[in-house]
């Protein structure tokens, strides 16, 4: 079965990194453009960043100011997020998540990590 397990998700003071870990199974990764979600109490999840199918591309949420970096590794099914500048506002649990395109639209979606980030 389809399985994304995030991980890497912690407490961290403001100013300080993290690196989120997603590892993905019961798929053909290099199929599924991966992103990052963020949802944090009281809010709507929001996206964080995207990565296309091998890499090429990458966006990132607006919030992110080039502070996040996304990338993939396919050869071990994951894709991972670095963090730095991290702010408390980032609080949030993260969820990993892989979709295909259309016609053979696929979605998945991970358990989440949680991020907290102290003033």
């Known amino acids: 079965q389809v399985q994304l397990v995030e991980s890497g998700g912690g407490l961290v003071q403001a100013g300080g990194s993290l690196r989120l870990s997603c590892a993905a199974s019961?798929?053909?990764?290099?199929?599924?453009?991966m992103g990052w979600f963020r949802q944090a109490p009281g809010k709507d999840r929001e996206f964080v960043a995207g990565i296309s199918y091998s890499g090429e591309m990458t966006d990132f949420g607006n919030f992110v100011e080039g502070r996040f970096t996304i990338s993939r590794d396919n050869a071990y099914s994951s894709v991972y997020l670095q963090m730095n500048s991290l702010k408390p506002e980032d609080t949030a649990v993260y969820y990993c998540?892989?979709?295909?395109?259309?016609?053979?639209?696929?979605?998945?979606w991970g358990q989440g990590t949680q991020v907290t980030v102290s003033s």
């Open positions: 998540n892989g979709k295909t395109t259309p016609p053979d639209v696929r979605d998945y």
């Open positions: 019961g798929l053909v990764f290099s199929d599924y453009a």
